[in-house]
């Protein structure tokens, strides 16, 4: 019944963790559940988990990878990266604007390639999430309102035609 019991069925365990803003842990790991990568998210008033996004069934096998880190920024906005590792797949970012029960794809990473980590300072003005090593490089985007991530949601997807720049 213990946290750590609890998350060793994640194959070699998660590989990210963040508390989102209701107090429920969300959970990136390594482990494919039939075909897809999973961003789970863990109560620990019931001791439970469940995936919230299950990453080929929402955006396809091309997305679906390990989900190396999730981090939180300044106004809540919690975003994850799932890594291609080397493969054929197309690294991704996901960003929920709702303590992690929705995710929506930032379709833009995959132009870049893979990145390898998320990093984010919220405490400083004007924050911006780094990717790291995307194109041998590092990319930057905005750090979220929710209100603005919510904005930009057509369907189930980010708006392509957004000037991330100006946010």
């Known amino acids: 019944g213990t946290f750590g019991t609890l998350v060793a069925k994640f194959g070699n365990g998660p590989i990210s963790l963040c508390e989102a803003d209701d107090g429920e842990i969300l959970l990136g790991t390594d ?23 299950s990453i080929a069934d929402e955006y396809g096998i091309a997305y679906s990878s390990f989900v190396y880190d999730i981090v939180k920024g300044k106004d809540g906005v919690l975003y ?25 794809l930032l379709d833009v990473q995959g132009y870049w390639g893979s990145g390898v980590h998320l990093y984010i300072n919220p405490n400083v003005k004007g924050s ?35 000037d991330w720049d100006r946010i």
């Open 80 to 104: 994850a990266q799932a890594n291609d590792e080397g493969s054929n797949k197309r690294g991704a970012v996901f960003a929920s604007a709702d303590d992690g029960d929705t995710w929506h």
């Open 128 to 162: 911006r999430l780094l990717i790291s090593q995307a194109d041998n490089n590092y990319r930057t985007l905005p750090d979220f309102t929710r209100e603005q991530l919510n904005s930009f949601v057509t369907g189930n997807r980010i708006r392509r035609a957004v």
């Open 31 to 53: 482990l494919a559940v039939g075909s897809t990568h999973h961003i789970w998210k863990y109560n620990r008033d019931t001791n439970t988990y469940k995936s919230v996004l």
